[in-house]
């Protein structure tokens, strides 16, 4: 079945670090991709997403590509910021319509030290 | 526009006691969607309803679990006769009616944290 798999964490960087949270997924269609973040004690957000091979999802300095060949999803942002500190979950859906039925990777922590 | 309402935030239940969480979709969202997480987990696809219908219910524990999304009212989850394992985050996510064939995003609640005790 579909999966997805995430580097584990947790990672620790200092604030203006370059951050790099590596994805790579399993799929039998052409899923969309997703990675959304969890602030403590919070729901999921959705940070960014990409709906087809190519395609690169942006949003408050962080982007992911969507890599078909290597069928690779990875989220980067340039220098990270101490409230960036968080959850980060990648996920696809492949359900064809609503993306509510969302396959989730464990997750990386990621903190922040100023 | 509120956004996803779960509730309570936080329940506490001893073994062999009922559970029930309860999802209020944002306005205008038909789709619920239950998703549990583990400690040190991701989260884990449970059921997915659209209004009185179970769409997929293909990550549902086969006994103790059951889900509905009525007509009028929240979506509740129940769990009966709670065991410390069902002790997990669960978080609800709903999304508007399909258009076609234009994909439309899921939107989270904070999740109801259940601690069995």
């Known amino acids: 079945g579909d999966s997805v798999t995430q580097m584990e964490g947790p990672v620790t960087l200092s604030e203006e670090a370059f951050l790099t949270i590596n994805c790579t997924y399993t799929?039998?269609?052409?899923?969309?991709l997703f990675w959304y973040v969890q602030y403590p004690g919070e729901g999921l957000q959705l940070l960014l997403k990409?709906?087809?091979?190519?395609d690169k999802g942006s949003n408050k300095g962080f982007e992911a590509t969507y890599r078909k060949e290597t069928t690779s999803f990875h989220l980067e942002k340039g220098s990270v910021q101490v409230s960036d500190s968080a959850v980060y979950f990648c996920a696809l859906s492949d359900s064809g319509g609503s993306q509510g039925n969302l396959i989730f990777g464990k997750g990386t922590k990621l903190s922040v030290k100023p | 526009n509120a956004g996803v309402m779960q509730n309570p935030r936080h329940l506490v239940r001893r073994r062999g006691q009922e559970a029930r969480l309860r999802c209020s979709p944002m306005k205008g969202h038909s789709h619920v969607y239950w998703y549990r997480q583990l400690p040190e987990e991701g989260l884990k696809f449970m059921v997915y309803?659209?209004?009185?219908?179970?769409?997929?219910e293909s990550g549902m524990p086969k006994e103790r679990f059951s889900a509905e999304f009525p007509k009028e009212g929240p979506s509740i989850l129940r769990i009966q006769q709670v065991v410390r394992g069902d002790s997990a985050a669960y978080f609800c996510?709903?999304?508007?009616?399909?258009?076609?064939?234009?994909?439309?995003?899921?939107?989270f609640g904070q999740g109801t944290r259940l601690t069995v005790v």
């Open positions: 309803l659209q209004k009185e219908n179970i769409i997929d």
């Open positions: 799929a039998t269609g052409y899923p969309s």
């Open positions: 996510a709903s999304s508007p009616p399909l258009r076609g064939a234009l994909n439309t995003e899921a939107f």
């Open positions: 990409a709906t087809k091979a190519d």
